[in-house]
């Protein structure tokens, strides 16, 4: 009877086995999602003080409410063009004061435009302990203390990893290692081209708990919140307070740095209490503010009637700007079709991941348990001539086992290649070149005369020409006779 029960028995525990392993992980998968939930995220504020954007970007004398800005910079209501596309341009906008945050994150948008296939120099955003007013680093200056995000667009050692995003830190002591793009000095960094993009390009940086991670938006699509993960570096030390910048610089090759806006913002951890708002602004100063505010917004409203007065027929916005072109909507067309394949794709994309994720744990704890099942079956076959029969039918109940796991993978295998299909069907659908209409095939040419026939064709006319002329040669004649 012991003989008869152990192959139930093995059974039994083969079957416990595989259900105890895929409990086990798909328990720490939930483990894994709700850590990653449940963790809180910090309280963000927004700070005006160190913030800039548009549309009433600058002030009237031409400056920056908060900022400064030197060398090549130009502010405008709605941008400031740190660098336009002139070679040898340098210039740069900072904070004028100090920030002394914990943690804090940054949101910068900008764009990056020029006519040629390849640009330079490129973009900077900083946090360093003193203003790098000018220098050799994408405007700023060198040997800084704090931490540098670049935006880099020429590619100076040949390599073709040009553009690229670095995060580079130093400790007052580095000089910039400009032959190799400063890849000998970066602690992180990611491959992405920021260069003439259709929408603006964001890229958020978050300092948080000692750990900098930046996050970019290529600007292919017109949703802010659409970042990508760039890069992140852990035990990131930098000064306790300094002052934030933006830097741009040419060469050779020039490019338009343009920068929509900076948006600062605190971060305070879950359960601490962020410090008030009105013990941060004196009250002489807030009072200063509001009165300018005031007079700002009464002059406002006087230019509004004078103009209603000198334009009684004008109404609301001009109408220029209320119609779009016929160039405009057709590029606009393209651009939001591209996103919704965009779109499509990467959600294919994610599908696909998760199938393939759920194939490889599936193939792992088979495979395990094949094995040792396996194992189980050599140490069973020796001196157990007298129990071939027991051992037969466990191997046909193994066979079984066998064909159900490939008709799974079998099964898998089928949904993965209709995945596929579905993906070439979609990009197919969406190819404007397949949607490009063909001109009509011409008709097939008559045949043309064979040589015989030409000739007497010639011969024929050749002969009527001549009768033709001594007809008229003829009454000539017989016209001068009779006068």
């Known amino acids: 009877s012991a003989t008869s029960a152990s192959p139930a028995v093995g059974a039994r525990l083969l079957i416990t ?12 998968a939930d483990i894994a999602v709700g850590a990653s939930t449940t963790e809180e995220a910090p309280h963000r504020r927004f700070e005006y003080k160190y913030s800039f954007k548009g549309p009433h970007l600058s002030q009237s004398d031409g400056g920056i409410p908060f900022w400064i800005h030197t060398g090549n910079a130009i502010p405008s209501a709605d941008q400031v063009r740190i660098t336009p596309s002139l070679r040898s341009q340098r210039g740069s906008v900072w904070t004028k004061n100090k ?8 949101e910068v948008t900008f764009r990056v435009s020029g006519r040629g296939r390849m640009g330079a120099d490129g973009l900077a955003v900083w946090f360093t302990s003193t ?32 553009p690229a995003i670095l995060v580079v830190g130093n400790n007052g002591n580095l000089v910039y290692d400009h032959q190799n793009d400063g890849s000998t000095q970066a602690l992180g960094t990611c491959l992405r081209d ?3 993009k259709p929408y603006p390009v964001r890229a958020k940086i978050t300092y948080y708990k000692r750990t900098l991670t930046v996050l970019i938006n290529n600007g292919f699509t017109p949703d802010k919140e659409d970042y990508e993960f760039c890069t992140k570096v852990d035990n990131m ?10 830097s741009a610089a040419t060469g050779g090759l020039a490019d338009d740095h343009d920068v929509l806006s900076f948006l600062l913002f605190r971060l305070t951890e879950p359960g601490q209490q962020p410090p008030p708002v009105e013990s ?18 009464q002059e406002l409203d006087k230019k509004k009637e004078e103009f209603q007065k000198e334009h009684p027929d004008v109404q609301g916005e001009p109408i220029d700007d209320l119609y779009e072109s016929v160039n405009d909507r057709e590029i606009r067309q393209v651009f939001e079709g591209q996103n919704r394949i965009h779109l499509e794709i990467k959600q294919l994309n994610r599908q696909l991941a998760m199938i393939l994720d ?6 792992s704890v088979i495979t395990d348990e094949v094995a040792k099942k396996g194992a189980n079956t050599e140490s069973g076959q020796v001196g157990m001539s007298s129990r071939s029969k027991l051992t037969q039918a466990k191997g046909v109940r193994s066979a079984m086992g066998t064909y159900e796991t490939m008709q ?10 209709t995945v596929k299909r579905d993906v070439d069907h979609l990009v197919q659908r969406n190819n404007p070149a397949d949607k490009v209409l063909k001109c009509p095939e011409l008709p097939p040419m008559p045949s043309c005369l064979s040589t015989v026939h030409f000739a007497i064709f010639v011969v024929v006319q050749s002969v009527l020409f001549f009768c033709y002329v001594m007809y008229k040669s003829q009454q000539e004649a017989a016209a001068k006779k009779f006068f």
């Open 408 to 417: 799974h993978f079998s099964d898998i295998k089928e949904h993965l290649h």
């Open 131 to 162: 203003q790098g007013l000018e220098g050799p680093v994408y405007g700023a200056a060198d040997q800084w203390n704090g931490i540098g995000v670049f935006f880099d667009s020429f590619d100076n050692d040949g390599k073709k990893n040009n």
């Open 280 to 297: 941060e602004i004196p009250k002489e100063e807030k009072d200063k503010y509001q009165e300018e505010f005031q007079n700002f917004q």
């Open 194 to 196: 920021f260069r003439n």
């Open 358 to 363: 759920e194939q490889r744990r599936y193939v």
């Open 237 to 246: 030390v930098i000064p306790s307070d300094g002052f934030f910048g933006i």
């Open 17 to 28: 086995t595989f259900v105890t392993t895929l409990i086990f992980h798909s328990s720490v």
């Open 99 to 106: 920030v002394n945050f914990e943690h804090w994150e940054a």
